[in-house]
C-alpha cells in the first residue's frame, strides 16, 4: 500500500524557520517526481514546489521563490521542504503528493505571534 | 500560469440524483486534467486522471469528460458518501487547481 507520512509542522513566530519531512513507503520513491501542495484553512489547493526524481531539477511557486527550498534523500525513501522567513500568510496544512496521484494527510504549519 | 475556473461553487443535489460538475482552463492542457474529492480532514483523493480515466478503486458512478479547455465530471447517483469538495487540477504545465466545488445534500 502506498503511504505518505508528512511531519514537522508546528506553531512558528513570524520569521522562523521549519523543515518537513515526508517519507514514503509501497512504492519505489526514487522513480516519482515530487510536489508540496499546501491548503490555507477553508481554501483551496495549492502547488508550492515539485522535484525531479534524482534531485537535479526543482521549481517553485513565485510566491514562495526564495525562501522554500525541496529536496530529497532517495536512500531515506524521504522528500523535505525548508521553509525560512515564515509569514502569517504560511499558516497552512501542507501535503506531499507525487505525480501519479497519492497523497499523504499532511502536516500543519500556523505562523503566529 | 494556467488559470482553473469551476462552476458551480456548491451544488445541492439529492441522494440518488445526478451531479454535474464543470471546469474550465484558461488555455488548453489536452487531457492533462485530474479530478479530485476531499472530505473535511482528509487528504485529496484522485478520482480521475487524464481527464476521463478513473483512478483505481473508484466506483463506476464517477465519470470524467473533455478536454483542451472544457471538463466534466459527472456523479452518476449520488451516494451519501459523496457529499465533499471536488477539486479539477491541471498538470501540463506545473499544477494549478480549481478552486472547488462543494456538493451538499439538498
Known amino acids: 500500500e502506498v503511504q505518505l507520512v508528512e511531519s514537522g509542522g508546528d506553531l512558528v513566530q513570524p520569521g522562523g524557520s521549519l523543515r518537513l519531512s515526508c517519507v514514503a513507503s509501497?512504492?519505489?520513491?526514487?522513480?516519482?517526481?515530487m510536489h508540496w501542495v499546501r491548503q490555507a484553512p477553508g481554501t483551496g489547493l495549492v502547488c508550492l514546489a515539485l522535484?525531479?526524481?534524482?534531485?537535479?531539477?526543482?521549481k517553485y511557486a513565485d510566491s514562495v521563490k526564495g525562501r522554500f527550498t525541496i529536496s530529497r534523500d532517495n536512500a531515506k525513501d524521504t522528500l523535505f521542504l525548508q521553509i525560512n522567513s515564515l509569514r502569517p500568510e504560511d499558516t497552512a496544512r501542507y501535503y506531499c503528493?507525487?505525480?501519479?496521484?497519492?497523497w499523504g494527510r499532511g502536516t500543519l504549519v500556523t505562523v503566529s505571534s | 500560469e494556467i488559470v482553473m475556473t469551476q462552476s458551480p461553487a456548491t451544488l445541492s443535489v439529492s441522494p440518488g440524483e445526478r451531479a454535474t460538475l464543470s471546469c474550465r482552463a484558461s488555455q488548453s492542457v489536452s487531457s492533462n486534467l485530474a479530478w479530485f474529492q476531499q472530505k473535511p480532514g482528509q487528504a485529496p483523493r484522485l478520482l480521475i486522471y487524464?481527464?476521463?480515466t478513473r483512478a483505481t478503486g473508484i466506483p463506476a458512478r464517477f465519470s470524467g469528460s473533455g478536454s483542451g479547455t472544457e471538463f466534466t465530471l459527472t456523479i452518476s447517483s449520488l451516494q451519501s458518501e459523496d457529499f465533499a469538495v471536488y477539486y479539477c487540477q491541471q498538470y501540463i504545465d506545473w499544477w494549478t487547481f480549481g478552486q472547488g466545488t462543494k456538493v451538499e445534500i439538498k
Open positions: 509501497g512504492f519505489t520513491f526514487s522513480t516519482y517526481w
Open positions: 503528493a507525487t505525480a501519479a496521484g497519492h
Open positions: 522535484i525531479n526524481t534524482d534531485g537535479s531539477s526543482t
Open positions: 487524464g481527464a476521463s
